[in-house]
């Protein structure tokens, strides 16, 4: 009889239980409509009342995990999804939920296991390889996230793009950057506007210009018409007077960059460029600069930095003419979905080995800040930027040349179809001279210049090595001193190569 | 053959609802979309659309799902799950707590479906059913699993908690039997139901896996998660790192501040920027 009794009670707590667990699972589903009505009051009271319901239920104890995870209460989410596990650790899908918190936490170690849990589950396998990925990345495993990525995306389609992203970086950390480019390339072409387009296009400027994948070559050979190509002040003062003499002309650029060397947080680069124009007709002008370089870039996390140090070796002819040394310390504020801002300070000196130009010798300081804005697809960017700059002159005589200059500048980055891109820029720049230069006619007054320039320029890429860019720069500069007045107009045709 | 003996019982039903003053058949919400994962779409008088969350369901609706899955929670707090690739007709569902009077019927047409029944069905003269072409399922308030499958014609019926009663659509064809917690049995046309057996655990997680959870946000929704693999978003560790178009634009800088009036190094500067630098 008693043992009749103990049967009857167990198969009534049995079936108790039972009872519960279908209340608590209209609860949650109840909760679920709330929630998707925005009555979030509602859906939490519902979840709490499908666990409370049935405390053992472990698919109510989940979903309401899901719901405080969505309202970012991480450490409740995380204790709902544990306890679920220990009602049932065969839950995968709180294994893969509670595994995705630890990763965003910073925990990939303790993520593991948990995405490893997941990962078996055929229906769970995309998600829990891709966040395997992650997890791994974070360790620095890379073959392990390389494995991860490729099982998520083979699992599940919909994760493609954003694992062929992944797959790009895991390659360019390796340096393979044929490999990286293969992913960035997909991945612009399958999600353009994501953040992942967008970075895949930040990535191929990268390899483009050779960061991080050792050594790049390149060149340039273009047809230019110049409409004033004596840019020289009046009588009685350095070089010929401004002339508005036109000429056409070939120009040659060669030159090459280095990646020196590099660990996880900077790189340092050496480039060398050579450039020669070859006029038609005023061949005084044949200009030859020889520029060596140096670039450290660093990243520092929030923050690029970087300092680039340079020398220009100018000929005229076969005359030297002029050198000068540039440094430029910069930093680079990455704004997760605006742009970036970029500030940089520039110190120039200036040395003419042409004794008829000495007088220009001297120092310009500037420092400048720009803010280019990422307008919703790869490449296309508005840039808007200040600077204020001042030249000291070091020669006797040199203040009738020295000034203090500012200048504004907008310009817009314009992709179009057919791998073209278009770019169209405003400068306007304005240049107070010292009291020195009231010398120049009209006297009485300092000379002031106010220069607006207007620059259109279009780039049709044939392939990765190979493209033809044809541009137009106009200039206007307006002073109060006439010898110093011109307009000049510059068109040139050309073809770059790279590799 | 089936049809024909389906009708006169949908008809009572209908009968029923109509003396009891219930709206007509065609309006009368019956539940809401309580998730959706996939495609899931509702047919209404012929004409499907695609179902989101808090959709309304009413009586006579269509439900079905190709890649997806949805969850149903009925207003007699009964939740039905249906998996990929399922057709459900939502054919009677009587509703009046204040007389006591609870009756739904379900039709399977093609797929799988998980029934949580609620605990009304427990009252006596409530009546639960899901209907296949072949076979009768008939609950008092459990969980269970009933797939048909549209090229054998056989129905399967897996229980998960409680007793389901199953039966042959065709009454002459046997007896009922009883499916309880991890049972299953199988009812082909013309045939009366198998007797029940415990499945192999294996063939039980297969029978009832993937039904159980249609998750509020999609699966790996939580926090930033969704962003992250819709690739919405990029931590800052796996950004690009500074890219030398951004150090031209500053180069090219430097190269407008060598322009010193009244020499040739326009002729430098003004031609030799690479696109990506205005000038």
């Known amino acids: 009889m008693r043992r009749l009794a103990l049967a009857l009670a167990y198969l009534l707590a049995a079936t108790g239980a039972a009872h519960a667990s279908e209340e608590s699972e209209a609860l949650s589903a109840r909760a679920q409509v709330a929630f998707e009505r925005g009555d979030t009051a509602e859906g939490m009271r519902l979840f709490d009342a499908a666990v409370a319901a049935d405390p053992n239920d472990a698919l109510a104890v989940y979903q309401r995990g899901v719901a405080q995870a969505k309202q970012k209460r991480g450490a409740e989410a995380a204790a709902d999804f544990e306890k679920a596990l220990a009602l049932r650790p065969d839950l995968d899908a709180a294994a893969l939920e509670l595994g995705i918190l630890r990763v965003e936490e910073g925990r990939p170690e303790e993520a593991e296991p948990l995405l490893q849990q997941a990962e078996r589950n055929p229906s769970l396998a995309g998600q829990a390889n891709f966040f395997l990925g992650i997890a791994r990345l974070r360790q620095d495993d890379l073959g392990g996230a390389r494995t991860a990525f490729e099982k998520a995306r083979a699992a599940d389609p919909k994760l493609e793009s954003t694992c062929r992203y992944y797959l790009g970086v895991i390659e360019y950390r390796q340096g393979n950057a044929g490999a990286a480019r293969e992913h960035f390339v997909l991945v612009q072409e399958m999600a353009p506007q994501s953040a992942v387009g967008r970075e895949s296009s930040a990535f191929l400027e990268l390899l483009e210009a050779s960061q991080g994948t050792g050594t790049q070559v390149y060149g340039s050979l273009s047809l230019q018409y110049d409409s004033n190509v004596v840019l020289a002040p009046a009588e009685g003062l350095p070089g010929p007077a401004i002339s508005d003499q036109a000429d056409g002309r070939v120009a040659i650029n060669v030159g090459g960059v280095y990646e020196a060397w590099r660990n996880d947080w900077a790189a340092l680069s050496v480039g060398y460029d050579f450039y020669q124009n070859l006029q038609f007709e005023l061949h005084d002008y044949n200009l030859q600069d020889n520029r060596p370089t140096a670039l450290l870039s660093m990243d520092l996390g929030p923050v690029r930095a970087g300092f680039l140090a340079q020398y220009d070796f100018y000929l005229l002819e076969t005359s030297s003419f002029l050198q000068t040394v540039t440094t430029m310390p910069f930093l680079v504020v990455p704004e997760k979905e605006i742009g970036r801002t970029e500030i940089y300070f520039r110190y120039q000196w200036l040395d003419y080995l042409d004794t008829d130009f000495e007088i220009l010798d001297g120092n310009d300081y500037g420092g400048g800040v720009r803010q280019v804005f990422a307008l919703n697809e790869p490449g296309r960017e508005l840039w808007a930027g200040f600077q204020v700059d001042n030249h000291d002159a070091t020669q006797p005589g040199g203040d009738l040349y020295a000034y203090d200059g500012i200048q504004g500048e907008l310009a817009l980055l314009w992709p179009l179809p057919w791998t073209t891109t278009a770019q169209i820029g405003y400068r306007y720049r304005r240049e107070s001279y010292d009291s020195a230069s009231a010398a120049f006619e009209p006297m009485g007054e300092a000379r002031l210049d106010r220069e607006n320039r207007v620059g259109v320029a279009f780039r049709k890429d044939i392939n990765e090595f190979l493209s033809f860019v044809a541009s137009w720069i106009g200039t206007w500069n307006q002073s109060n001193k006439s010898a110093f007045e011109y307009d000049r107009q510059i068109g040139s045709l050309g073809v770059e190569v790279r590799y | ?279």
């Open chain 2, 1 to 279: 053959m089936t049809r024909r003996m389906l009708s006169p019982i949908l008809a009572g039903a209908l009968l029923l609802s109509a003396a009891v003053g219930a709206p007509a058949a065609t309006e009368e919400e019956v539940g809401h979309v309580a998730s959706v994962e996939g495609n899931a779409e509702i047919g209404r008088g012929g004409v499907f659309a695609a179902a989101a969350t808090g959709d309304a369901v009413q009586l006579g609706d269509e439900l079905r799902t190709t890649d997806g899955q949805i969850r149903v929670v009925f207003r007699d707090d009964s939740v039905l799950n249906l998996g990929p690739r399922t057709r459900l007709l939502v054919d009677e569902n009587v509703y009046q707590p204040e007389q006591g009077r609870f009756s739904s019927v379900v039709r399977l047409l093609g797929g799988k479906v998980r029934a949580a029944v609620g605990k009304v069905y427990r009252e006596p003269g409530a009546s639960y059913q899901i209907e296949t072409p072949t076979a009768v399922a008939g609950v008092r308030g459990t969980t269970f699993v009933v797939s048909f499958d549209d090229d054998s014609e056989v129905t399967e019926v897996v229980g998960i908690r409680g007793r389901v009663e199953v039966r042959s659509l065709d009454e002459r064809l046997g007896d009922a039997v009883f499916v309880t917690a991890e049972q299953g049995t199988t009812v082909a046309p013309g045939e009366a139901p198998t007797k029940p057996t415990v499945l192999d655990p294996g063939i039980y997680r297969d029978r009832t896996g993937g039904m159980e959870i249609i998750s509020l946000y999609g699966l790996g929704a939580v926090a930033s998660g969704a962003a992250l693999q819709g690739g919405s978003t990029v931590p800052e560790p796996d950004r690009a790192p500074l890219t030398t178009s951004k150090l031209n634009t500053l180069m090219d800088d430097l190269r407008d501040t060598t322009n010193v009036v009244g020499q040739p190094l326009p002729v430098v500067e003004g031609t030799r920027g690479r696109l990506g630098v205005p000038f």
